[in-house]
């Protein structure tokens, strides 16, 4: 083996070791057992109930996220002022946060003895213990791979393009609507991609902050943590759906960030 | 009739211009990169606020920093082509054109961005993303999309620079015509000052945020205000002291060795401008015959012939050019290395302040 | 000479590794406990005073614990909230002969300034909010058990108000302590470690289930020798004490 061989190969091998490590536990819970055992516990009703909640709670956290979220990202990725830098850390936050924190932090700040708690009570909204409390948490914990996303692609926009919008009569926010947002279109689409995948594996949040009550506030990965001791089979399949979907949601973004209509602007 | 004043702090130096352009003329802002010529035009169109400044587009005030007076782009109607031309992406040609027609019917939108189209030859591209258009297609597109709008002046950022040798040609003739019919103010930035000629009824040479020198661009290369404008409009440059003579003419001792003769006055530090095509090749060491007062021995650094014409590269030891006919470079065997003598006239050089 | 720095790198890497276990054998071997949440208090300033080995400790719902030993998982010691769990796993050959080391008492607890709830009758009202373990969970086997006891309009009652099933009593008393719930059932224990966060209800005594926490050492368990002794000492020793101390009881009388 001449010389120049082993590097090749040392990358070869690290590619092989993270694919091993990533897909063996994806392929075990498919494997473990029968697809008939598979099918029919998904089929109890705890099961369909808390896919029901993970599906309309992600896709609620999601819908919110895009509407505040994407002006939010625009004006982060179109303006230079003072303090740009720390505003851009302090959103990023929850990326680096613990789940767990997360929670308490929600219970801190929106808490029965929250922060804004109080005011909350006297707005007659309750959100711990709720269903709105889990769109909340969801909220809170994918936010932030949306907004990293978005901003991005905003910012790698060619900036003449906008320019051009203006100088063409067009106002800012036609600018934002007609050229900005359908340009920067992948970057946005893969960043709902990332935030909903996100929103669908919550667990820790969620359970600090609202709970785990089956049909309220028991999404998919809360009733796998409790199938996991008394229905392991049931656990399993619920995971195997959990993973269908992630790989529908990251096929499907794929698949929108090459399409032709969006002009191809993703270089 | 375009007014322009603008003066602003732009990194290193200060912008400082103020420009005329009237209707159905067109001013070539020419200067090297980073003189702040974009900047002006970004300006006017209002996407930059200087410190202080006035635009005011015949009747319309667009800019009064003292009254605070500042149109945001989209209500200055004026057409901006970019150096790479900005297309949309993500819309097709005819759609682009349209961008800036609005309150009518699809329809009536797309029929009216056809005819523009139409205008500029690019008609059979309407339905074509702007991806797999040429360089000199997109330049048409950009064209019409931009007089779409009816603007009442005219922006254009380098217009020929984005375009190969090849198409710079039609392009400009393109150019040239758009500029004519439009019958509004343009202001035009390059840093090649052919280009300036060729585009500009005037030419404003600039550098480092001024306007150096502004006139039409025979009477700049002509008679060039500045060594700065000499160099740049293409002439000849070599530095000396001069002194006057008791003959009348201003004697030049160049810098490195040498001597010259102008009929233009100065006296110190000097810059002695000529154009190459004015300098004449003859043997080296041959004795001076005719009145041409000028002589230098030089060493013939390289020889590039260009049609019909050579040019050459020479060191006296300042180094410059002449352009003399290939057939007088072939008769004189002319190759680099050899010695020569460059003569020129005293009436053509010209003396420049330094 | 350019190979050289990754070799070394790899090299330091094992160095490191290996280092990292030799001081856990060679001075003093690792215990691994796997024990119920309500055991944390009290284990954790035990496994201080537990001179054998170094205890360390997870802390989690019985019933997810004794799943993970199904699953293979080999901790040295497992604790758990009742006897059912260390009796089933002893059934499948999983861990040796389990012994009963404490009791405790199931109480309805509350947010000590939460006047809203004084009595078991109080958590029928609306809109009065009830957090429970999981079914799975023993806390939450022992709070079915209570409320099958109660009269059934009662325990209906009570049951319309659930408002969240946690998987381990640690939930429950963040969910009060937060007063993200307006009362729970919990151990006598956890109110007493909740540092006077949470005031403890009595359950009436005939509604009361009987309590007791069973623990094994793991076959195929690392130490075994080590796993006995802490046993012992928790059935009569430094553990029991810190049981007493913790507000756990005396293990039922069979």
């Known amino acids: ?267 | ?354 | 000479m350019r190979t050289r720095w990754p070799v070394g790198l790899v090299v330091l890497i094992l160095v490191a590794a290996g280092c990292g276990s030799e001081s856990g054998g060679a001075s003093e071997p690792t215990l691994t406990v796997s024990a119920a949440t309500s055991l944390k208090n009290a284990f954790t300033a035990y496994g201080k005073e537990f001179k054998q080995a170094e205890a360390t400790f997870s802390f989690a719902g019985s019933d997810e614990l004794a799943a993970q030993i199904q699953q293979g998982v080999k901790p040295d010691v497992f604790a758990a909230a009742n006897t059912k769990l260390p009796d089933q796993l002893f059934a499948k050959g999983l861990v040796k002969k389990p012994k009963v080391f404490a009791g405790n008492r199931l109480v309805l607890a509350v947010s000590a300034n939460n006047a809203r709830v004084a009595s078991l009758r109080d958590l029928e009202q609306d809109g009065v909010t009830v957090a429970i373990g999981a079914p799975s969970v023993p806390v939450g086997a022992y709070t079915r058990t209570v409320l099958g006891k109660l009269p059934p309009s009662q325990s209906q009652a009570i049951k319309a108000n659930v408002r969240s099933e946690e998987p381990d009593v640690g939930g429950i008393v963040g969910k009060l302590s937060t007063d993200a719930a307006d009362a729970g059932f919990v151990y006598i224990s956890d109110v007493r470690g909740a540092g006077g966060r949470l005031r403890a209800i009595e359950l009436p005594k005939k509604a009361q289930p009987s309590v007791a926490y069973g623990v094994a050492v793991v076959k195929g368990a690392k130490q075994p020798k080590q796993a006995e002794a802490f046993i012992d000492g928790l059935v009569s020793g430094p553990g029991q004490q810190e049981l007493k101390a913790a507000g756990f009881e005396p293990p039922p009388a069979e």
């Open chain 2, 1 to 354: 009739m375009l007014h322009v004043e603008v003066g602003t702090r732009l990194g290193a130096f200060a912008l400082d211009v103020a420009l005329e352009v009237p209707a159905g003329c067109c001013l070539a802002l020419a200067g090297p990169s980073g003189a702040g010529k974009s900047s002006v035009l970004r300006v006017v169109a209002g996407l930059l606020t200087p410190e202080s400044g006035r635009i005011s587009c015949g009747e319309e005030v667009w800019l009064d920093t003292d009254r605070r007076v500042d149109l945001a782009p989209e209500r200055r109607p004026c057409g901006y082509v970019f150096q790479d031309y900005a297309l949309f992406p993500h819309l097709r040609a005819w759609q682009n054109v349209a961008y800036s027609i609005r309150d009518t019917s699809r329809r009536a939108r797309r029929r009216r961005a056809l005819e523009l189209l139409e205008r500029f030859g690019v008609a059979h591209l309407a339905d074509v993303r702007p991806r797999t258009l040429s360089g000199g297609e997109r330049q048409r597109v950009a064209l019409a999309r931009t007089v779409a709008r009816r603007p009442a002046a005219l922006l254009l950022d380098e217009p020929l620079a984005a375009l190969d040798a090849s198409t710079r040609a039609s392009a400009s003739r393109e150019l040239n015509r758009v500029l004519n019919e439009a019958g509004v103010p343009a202001l035009l930035v390059t840093h090649n000052f052919m280009e300036a000629a060729l585009l500009g009824d005037r030419v404003g040479v600039i550098d480092a945020g001024r306007v150096i020198q502004q006139g039409t661009a025979a009477e700049l290369a002509a008679s060039p205000g500045s060594a700065f404008v000499a160099d740049f409009t293409g002439a000849v440059v070599l530095t000396g002291t001069a002194r006057g003579g008791e003959d009348g003419l201003t004697h030049v001792a160049l810098d490195g060795g040498g001597a010259l003769a102008s009929t233009e006055q100065g006296e110190g530090p000097v810059a002695v401008s000529v154009y190459p095509s004015e300098i004449a090749i003859e043997p080296s060491g041959s004795p001076r015959t005719g009145s041409a007062q000028n002589r230098l021995e030089v060493e013939i650094l390289s020889v590039t012939t260009i049609g019909n014409r050579v040019r050459l590269g020479l060191a006296a030891p300042q180094p410059f050019t002449a352009e003399i006919t290939s057939a007088s470079a072939r008769e004189l065997a002319l190759t680099p290395g050899m010695r020569a003598s460059a003569t020129w006239k005293a009436t053509s050089t010209r003396l420049v302040r330094q």
């Open chain 1, 1 to 267: 083996m001449s010389k120049r061989g082993w590097f090749p190969l040392l990358l070869m091998a690290s590619l092989a070791t993270v694919l091993c490590f990533l897909t063996l536990p994806i392929v075990a819970i498919f494997v473990d057992t029968s697809p008939l055992a598979l099918l029919s516990s998904l089929h109890e009703e705890g099961a369909l109930e808390a896919l029901r909640l993970s599906i309309v709670c992600s896709a609620i956290a999601v819908v919110i996220i895009v509407l505040v979220g994407t002006p939010a990202a625009y004006l982060l990725a179109s303006r230079r002022f003072r303090g740009r830098a720390t505003l851009v850390t302090l959103i990023e936050l929850p990326l680096v946060l613990p789940p767990a924190v997360a929670g308490i932090g929600l219970l801190a700040a929106l808490g029965p003895n929250g922060l804004l708690g109080s005011r909350i009570e006297d707005a007659g909204i309750n959100l711990v213990l709720t269903t709105a409390g889990v769109v909340v948490a969801l909220t809170f914990v994918s936010a932030p791979f949306f907004l990293r996303q978005v901003q991005s692609a905003f910012e790698a926009l060619d900036h003449t393009w906008l320019e051009a919008s203006r100088t063409l009569g067009a106002s800012e926010s036609r600018t934002f609507l007609a050229v900005a947002i359908p340009t920067a279109g992948p970057g946005l689409i893969s960043g709902l991609a990332l935030a909903w995948g996100r929103a669908l594996g919550e667990f820790g949040a969620t359970l600090m902050f609202a709970g785990s009550f089956r049909g309220i506030t028991q999404t998919v990965p809360l009733a796998i943590y409790q199938d996991f001791s008394t229905d392991f089979t049931g656990a399993l399949s619920l995971s195997a759906v959990l993973v269908a979907v992630s790989v529908a949601l990251l096929l499907s973004v794929k698949l929108l960030s090459g399409a032709e209509w969006l002009g191809g602007a993703a270089r």
